[in-house]
T-cell receptor, first 111, second 114 residues
Framework: QKEVEQNSGPLSVPEGAIASLNCTYS??????FFWYRQYSGKSPELIMS????GDKEDGRFTAQLNKASQYVSLLIRDSQPSDSATYLC???????????FGSGTRLSIRP | KAGVTQTPRYLIKTRGQQVTLSCSPI?????VSWYQQTPGQGLQFLFE???????NKGNFPGRFSGRQFSNSRSEMNVSTLELGDSALYLC?????????????FGPGTRLTVL
Protein backbone atom coordinates (compact mmCIF):
# COMPACT_ATOMS: atom_id res chain seq x y z
CA GLN A 1 0.00 0.00 0.00
CA LYS A 2 1.36 3.41 -0.97
CA GLU A 3 1.84 5.86 1.91
CA VAL A 4 0.01 8.69 0.14
CA GLU A 5 -2.52 7.84 -2.52
CA GLN A 6 -4.13 10.03 -5.13
CA ASN A 7 -6.22 9.29 -8.19
CA SER A 8 -3.93 9.98 -11.13
CA GLY A 9 -6.74 11.36 -13.28
CA PRO A 10 -7.06 13.10 -15.57
CA LEU A 11 -9.93 14.84 -13.85
CA SER A 12 -11.86 16.98 -16.32
CA VAL A 13 -13.97 19.81 -14.91
CA PRO A 14 -15.90 22.52 -16.82
CA GLU A 15 -14.80 26.11 -16.34
CA GLY A 16 -16.59 27.75 -13.43
CA ALA A 17 -17.36 24.47 -11.67
CA ILE A 18 -15.89 23.08 -8.45
CA ALA A 19 -12.92 20.73 -8.79
CA SER A 20 -12.53 18.20 -5.99
CA LEU A 21 -9.18 16.49 -5.46
CA ASN A 22 -8.76 13.70 -2.94
CA CYS A 23 -5.88 12.11 -1.07
CA THR A 24 -5.59 9.33 1.50
CA TYR A 25 -2.60 8.53 3.69
CA SER A 26 -1.53 5.51 5.68
CA UNK A 27 0.40 6.93 8.66
CA UNK A 28 -2.18 7.69 11.33
CA UNK A 29 0.38 9.80 13.21
CA UNK A 30 0.78 12.28 10.38
CA UNK A 31 0.58 15.87 11.50
CA UNK A 32 1.06 18.14 8.50
CA PHE A 33 -0.64 18.10 5.14
CA PHE A 34 0.13 20.09 2.04
CA TRP A 35 -1.21 20.66 -1.44
CA TYR A 36 1.14 21.65 -4.24
CA ARG A 37 0.35 22.61 -7.81
CA GLN A 38 2.76 21.70 -10.59
CA TYR A 39 2.53 22.95 -14.14
CA SER A 40 4.14 20.85 -16.85
CA GLY A 41 7.89 21.38 -16.89
CA LYS A 42 7.84 23.49 -13.73
CA SER A 43 8.55 22.81 -10.08
CA PRO A 44 5.80 22.30 -7.48
CA GLU A 45 4.43 25.42 -5.81
CA LEU A 46 2.68 25.39 -2.46
CA ILE A 47 -1.05 26.08 -2.52
CA MET A 48 -2.06 25.33 1.05
CA SER A 49 -1.06 23.64 4.25
CA UNK A 50 -3.43 22.25 6.86
CA UNK A 51 -2.77 20.77 10.28
CA UNK A 52 -6.13 20.47 12.10
CA UNK A 53 -9.32 18.63 11.30
CA GLY A 54 -11.84 20.67 9.38
CA ASP A 55 -11.73 23.14 6.55
CA LYS A 56 -9.22 25.83 5.69
CA GLU A 57 -10.05 28.38 3.02
CA ASP A 58 -7.75 30.58 0.99
CA GLY A 59 -9.37 32.43 -1.87
CA ARG A 60 -10.86 29.92 -4.30
CA PHE A 61 -9.12 27.02 -2.55
CA THR A 62 -10.41 25.02 0.41
CA ALA A 63 -8.45 22.22 2.05
CA GLN A 64 -10.35 19.68 4.12
CA LEU A 65 -8.75 17.32 6.63
CA ASN A 66 -10.28 14.31 8.37
CA LYS A 67 -7.64 12.56 10.45
CA ALA A 68 -10.00 9.83 11.64
CA SER A 69 -10.59 8.79 8.04
CA GLN A 70 -6.99 9.61 7.03
CA TYR A 71 -8.30 11.74 4.23
CA VAL A 72 -7.41 15.18 2.91
CA SER A 73 -9.01 16.97 0.01
CA LEU A 74 -8.68 20.16 -1.99
CA LEU A 75 -11.62 22.01 -3.47
CA ILE A 76 -11.15 24.60 -6.18
CA ARG A 77 -14.15 26.86 -6.69
CA ASP A 78 -14.88 28.73 -9.91
CA SER A 79 -12.30 26.65 -11.77
CA GLN A 80 -10.29 28.48 -14.40
CA PRO A 81 -8.30 27.11 -17.35
CA SER A 82 -5.17 28.32 -15.53
CA ASP A 83 -5.96 25.77 -12.80
CA SER A 84 -5.12 22.99 -15.25
CA ALA A 85 -2.09 21.32 -13.69
CA THR A 86 -1.03 18.34 -11.62
CA TYR A 87 -1.91 18.62 -7.94
CA LEU A 88 0.35 16.89 -5.44
CA CYS A 89 -0.76 15.89 -1.97
CA UNK A 90 2.04 15.73 0.62
CA UNK A 91 2.07 14.46 4.18
CA UNK A 92 4.62 14.84 6.98
CA UNK A 93 4.62 12.82 10.20
CA UNK A 94 6.49 15.24 12.41
CA UNK A 95 8.63 18.31 11.83
CA UNK A 96 11.71 16.08 11.71
CA UNK A 97 10.35 13.44 9.37
CA UNK A 98 10.43 13.51 5.62
CA UNK A 99 7.51 14.68 3.54
CA UNK A 100 5.82 11.94 1.54
CA PHE A 101 4.29 12.95 -1.78
CA GLY A 102 1.46 11.32 -3.64
CA SER A 103 1.84 10.66 -7.33
CA GLY A 104 -0.42 13.58 -8.19
CA THR A 105 -3.79 14.14 -9.85
CA ARG A 106 -3.85 15.71 -13.28
CA LEU A 107 -6.63 18.31 -13.48
CA SER A 108 -7.95 19.68 -16.75
CA ILE A 109 -10.37 22.59 -16.83
CA ARG A 110 -12.34 22.61 -20.08
CA PRO A 111 -13.67 25.96 -21.38
CA LYS B 1 12.76 37.34 0.13
CA ALA B 2 14.58 35.40 -2.59
CA GLY B 3 13.39 31.89 -3.30
CA VAL B 4 15.26 28.63 -3.58
CA THR B 5 17.84 28.68 -6.35
CA GLN B 6 19.35 25.72 -8.14
CA THR B 7 22.30 25.53 -10.50
CA PRO B 8 22.73 24.56 -13.18
CA ARG B 9 19.23 24.54 -14.65
CA TYR B 10 20.07 22.10 -17.43
CA LEU B 11 22.79 19.53 -17.74
CA ILE B 12 23.74 16.91 -20.31
CA LYS B 13 26.10 14.13 -19.32
CA THR B 14 27.09 10.74 -20.66
CA ARG B 15 26.88 7.39 -18.96
CA GLY B 16 29.62 6.77 -16.44
CA GLN B 17 30.26 10.42 -15.70
CA GLN B 18 29.48 12.09 -12.42
CA VAL B 19 27.55 15.26 -11.74
CA THR B 20 27.19 17.78 -8.91
CA LEU B 21 24.07 19.87 -8.47
CA SER B 22 23.81 22.89 -6.19
CA CYS B 23 20.98 24.35 -4.15
CA SER B 24 20.77 27.59 -2.19
CA PRO B 25 17.84 27.63 0.24
CA ILE B 26 15.64 30.53 1.22
CA UNK B 27 17.47 32.78 3.65
CA UNK B 28 17.00 31.52 7.20
CA UNK B 29 15.95 28.01 6.19
CA UNK B 30 18.14 25.29 7.64
CA UNK B 31 16.65 22.21 6.03
CA VAL B 32 17.23 21.20 2.43
CA SER B 33 15.62 18.20 0.78
CA TRP B 34 16.35 16.70 -2.61
CA TYR B 35 13.91 14.90 -4.90
CA GLN B 36 14.09 13.11 -8.21
CA GLN B 37 11.11 13.46 -10.51
CA THR B 38 10.52 11.30 -13.56
CA PRO B 39 7.32 10.85 -15.59
CA GLY B 40 6.99 7.24 -14.55
CA GLN B 41 7.95 7.41 -10.87
CA GLY B 42 6.69 10.79 -9.78
CA LEU B 43 8.44 12.70 -7.02
CA GLN B 44 10.92 10.46 -5.22
CA PHE B 45 12.64 11.58 -2.01
CA LEU B 46 16.44 11.38 -2.07
CA PHE B 47 17.59 12.85 1.23
CA GLU B 48 17.20 15.74 3.63
CA UNK B 49 19.89 17.75 5.35
CA UNK B 50 19.43 19.83 8.45
CA UNK B 51 22.25 21.82 10.03
CA UNK B 52 24.86 20.00 7.93
CA UNK B 53 23.61 16.54 8.99
CA UNK B 54 21.64 14.08 6.92
CA UNK B 55 18.33 13.80 8.76
CA ASN B 56 16.35 11.56 6.41
CA LYS B 57 17.23 9.32 3.52
CA GLY B 58 15.23 7.77 0.70
CA ASN B 59 15.74 4.46 -1.08
CA PHE B 60 18.35 5.37 -3.63
CA PRO B 61 21.68 3.63 -4.29
CA GLY B 62 24.91 4.91 -2.82
CA ARG B 63 25.77 6.58 -6.13
CA PHE B 64 23.54 9.39 -4.92
CA SER B 65 25.08 11.46 -2.16
CA GLY B 66 24.74 14.91 -0.74
CA ARG B 67 26.09 17.36 1.73
CA GLN B 68 25.19 20.63 3.34
CA PHE B 69 27.46 23.50 4.20
CA SER B 70 27.45 25.78 7.21
CA ASN B 71 25.55 28.45 5.24
CA SER B 72 22.81 25.83 4.55
CA ARG B 73 23.66 25.59 0.87
CA SER B 74 23.55 22.01 -0.32
CA GLU B 75 25.01 19.92 -3.09
CA MET B 76 24.07 16.53 -4.38
CA ASN B 77 26.34 14.28 -6.36
CA VAL B 78 25.56 11.39 -8.64
CA SER B 79 28.45 9.17 -9.62
CA THR B 80 28.67 6.68 -12.46
CA LEU B 81 25.64 8.07 -14.22
CA GLU B 82 23.12 5.71 -15.79
CA LEU B 83 20.53 6.40 -18.47
CA GLY B 84 17.82 6.00 -15.85
CA ASP B 85 19.21 8.93 -13.89
CA SER B 86 17.77 11.32 -16.47
CA ALA B 87 15.24 13.32 -14.49
CA LEU B 88 14.30 16.63 -12.99
CA TYR B 89 16.14 17.07 -9.70
CA LEU B 90 14.36 19.30 -7.27
CA CYS B 91 15.62 20.93 -4.14
CA UNK B 92 13.27 22.20 -1.44
CA UNK B 93 14.04 24.22 1.65
CA UNK B 94 12.05 24.30 4.84
CA UNK B 95 11.34 27.03 7.32
CA UNK B 96 8.90 27.54 10.12
CA UNK B 97 5.36 28.32 9.03
CA UNK B 98 2.56 27.76 11.45
CA UNK B 99 2.96 24.52 13.38
CA UNK B 100 5.54 22.80 11.31
CA UNK B 101 7.96 23.09 8.45
CA UNK B 102 6.66 23.79 4.98
CA UNK B 103 8.80 23.05 1.94
CA UNK B 104 9.38 25.47 -0.89
CA PHE B 105 10.81 24.18 -4.13
CA GLY B 106 13.48 25.55 -6.39
CA PRO B 107 13.10 25.55 -10.19
CA GLY B 108 14.96 22.26 -10.55
CA THR B 109 17.88 20.96 -12.56
CA ARG B 110 17.00 18.92 -15.61
CA LEU B 111 19.62 16.23 -16.10
CA THR B 112 19.86 14.29 -19.32
CA VAL B 113 22.14 11.28 -19.46
CA LEU B 114 23.13 10.09 -22.93
Amino acid sequence: QKEVEQNSGPLSVPEGAIASLNCTYSDRGSQSFFWYRQYSGKSPELIMSIYSNGDKEDGRFTAQLNKASQYVSLLIRDSQPSDSATYLCAVRGSSASKIIFGSGTRLSIRP
Amino acid sequence: KAGVTQTPRYLIKTRGQQVTLSCSPISGHRSVSWYQQTPGQGLQFLFEYFSETQRNKGNFPGRFSGRQFSNSRSEMNVSTLELGDSALYLCASSGRQGLTDTQYFGPGTRLTVL
